[in-house]
């Protein structure tokens, strides 16, 4: 087939016509919720292999296999040697270091963004999100995720980037500005579990991430009505928003498919709750009752310095001091924090490296007394429990090695505001949700990245949550707060 002009679109009926080593190849592949697939033949040879995989999106992978698959065949049929399966692996840290930044086209078009994820080293870039990873054979580094395999990605002088043939040059890491009003009510989750409509914000512009892996930027066409690129799956396609009285909305058909607004959440503002599966006080007198795991081994001597000590800048909002949290009952008689000393010289080195952004790290929790963890999980239903820690082996917050923390200004004094509230039971929580603002996101990495070159690690579930490299070395903890200030 070809375009007006008498371009070649590199399809036929229903198949695409490719090139595989100078053989004519034939193929077409595809997927949907729960598996991917791929079909190639050579026709001159004879030859054909179809592939699947049972996970969506996964072409990158499939591909990849069946023109290994056909080149060994060939191999095969020539009496030749078999070719090498090109595998990789991750880059060594102090090479990944280099990477990390936000770059940017020349012409302003094209921005990427490169980051960890725990060992993983994430480039954000066009309509995907990659993996970056070293090639075993000689070391360059190149994309090798579910989505595509063998682009390369180089670094160029002080600043620049190379991504295939296209050059970006790193911008300054500041603080995006801050979305629009007329689109926060847009912004959020819409559809189905199995397909799930992200809208969200990036670069100044909303975005539709669409089928989990496409990130498309829209065209505003007016206050309620959008449309998708020309390109990618729904060239040509818009989007048309409902709102409530509010301006929240509702609904949005995309490419004349309703979508109706997942309930994730809490609007801006409001404390995420839960309805405890037993009443308060049972479980505070069963939790009473109860004995924190036994432990052997050898263990520091426990060494909890009160946080409020450190420095007058740090400011501290202890939710389960009161009944501002998630199951609405007061669990502390004080409002104050403890951690073990090496945590709590380090979150100081975080404090201090925040206050020349203008920033100051705010407290929400840190030790808490093991049978305040019993309560949590023994109120917690089932499908929330992996916001709770289980009491059977113990929290890092009862070993006083975790903290929960957010920033605030410290011109105003006012809170960040981040992608979810704290405490929030739901995906926008992660450490890695794609949805929300830039600026929520950015300041979500800003304070991870900052935590982390101090030796904490973020939980895979709850941004705001840290726990201090050292954690192991300490006991499970049940002292109430009065026995820490009290003892000698």
Known sequence: QRDQSGKELGFGLGFHVQSLDGHVKIGHGGAIYGFSTQAEALPERQLGIAAAASLDGSNGVVRRLVDFALRSLIAVQDAQELPEYRRTEPIAASRATELVGRYRSDDSKINAEIFFWKDQLLLRYGDFLHELRAAEDDGSIVIDDLVSFGIQVE??????????????????????????????????????DHNTLYILEQDGQLYALIEWLYYYPLEELGLNEFAFPDRGLYHGERLLFSRDEEGYASRVVAAEVAFERRAVGTRDGETFRIQPLQPIEELRRTAMQAQPPLESGDFRDSDLVDLAELDASIKFDIRYAGTNNFMGARFYTQPRAFMQRPAAEALLQVQRQLAQRGLGLLIHDAYRPWHVTKMFWDATPADLKDFVANPANGSRHNRGCAVDLSLYDLESGAPVQMVSGYDEFSPRAYPLYPGGSSRQRWYRDLLRSSMEAAGFSVYQYEWWHFDFQDWQQYRIGNSSFEDLVTAP
């Open 155 to 192: 670094i160029r002088g002080a600043d620049g980037l190379l991504i295939g043939e296209r050059s970006l040059r790193r911008v300054p890491s500041e603080p995006p500005p801050a979305v629009p009003e007329r689109w926060r009510g847009l912004i959020g989750e819409y559809g189905w």
